[in-house]
């Protein structure tokens, strides 16, 4: 079993930047894939990045490609997400989740464990 706390969100300024960290605790993320996901008030939940488990494949939404960031720590079994010139339309909550072995990484149907969320506001 493996519980997901996602932590650093917040209101932010359009333009702005933030960074949200999402810890596992129970045991080892270190050989999963991880990935973020966020849904904004009356839309589906939707991929927004993710990593291989050692951090040298990365992968993106069109959306964010070029503003966000993943990465991961694996001593501290957490994973990260770097976003920069935050526009009104990132507003969503983000969740983190552990990729299934062997799973694809861009759909929410191949992860399993999910963190309860942490909301990220961007006004314009």
Excluded at 27 to 43: D, H, L, N, T, V
């Amino acid at each position: 079993q493996v519980q997901l706390v996602e932590s650093g969100g917040g209101l932010v300024l359009a333009g702005g930047s933030l960074r949200v960290s999402c810890t596992a605790s129970g045991r080892s993320i270190s050989s999963y894939g991880m990935g973020w996901f966020r849904q904004a008030p009356g839309k589906e939940r939707e991929f927004v990045a993710a990593i291989n488990w050692s951090g040298a494949i990365t992968y993106y939404a069109d959306s964010v490609k070029g503003r966000f960031t993943i990465s991961r720590e694996n001593v501290k079994n957490t994973v990260y997400l770097q976003m920069n010139s935050l526009k009104p339309e990132d507003t969503a909550v983000y969740y983190c989740a552990v990729r299934k072995p062997g799973g694809t990484y861009y759909s929410s149907g191949e992860y399993t464990y999910w963190g309860q969320g942490t909301q990220v506001t961007v006004s314009s």
